[in-house]
């Protein structure tokens, strides 16, 4: 089992930046890729980002590409999303997973229980 806690979310102006933390515990998260996913009011769960764990290649939503960095920290079992130049269409609860690569939610396993991330006009 991985158990996965998610922080760092928060209420921020458009424009501005927050770096979110998913932080693992339990089984090894060697084995796992590692993805950020976020769901806004009255919509379906979507892919944002995803790390491998082993060599870090990185792959991520065409809309957030160039403004959200996914990166992890092996030493502390964490990834991190950093998300620059927010905008009001970002606001959602984002999550992270824990699985095997890919942008389906079906490809993750192990899931947090989720961040707020409200961004105002």
Do not use: H
């Not at 209420?11 to 932080?23: E, I, N």
């Not at 992270?96 to 229980?113: E, F, I, K, L, M």
Request: with cysteine.
């Amino acid at each position: 089992q991985v158990q996965l806690v998610e922080s760092g979310g928060g209420l921020v102006q458009a424009g501005g930046s927050l770096r979110l933390s998913c932080a693992a515990s339990g089984r090894t998260f060697s084995s796992y890729a590692v993805g950020w996913f976020r769901q806004a009011a009255g919509k379906e769960r979507e892919f944002v980002a995803t790390i491998s764990w082993t060599v870090s290649i990185t792959y991520y939503k065409a809309s957030v590409k160039g403004r959200f960095t996914i990166s992890r920290d092996n030493a502390k079992n964490t990834v991190y999303l950093q998300m620059n130049s927010l905008n009001p269409d970002d606001t959602a609860v984002y999550y992270c997973a824990a699985g095997r690569w890919g942008t389906g939610v079906s490809d993750y396993d192990y899931w947090g229980q989720g961040t707020q991330v409200t961004v105002s006009s």
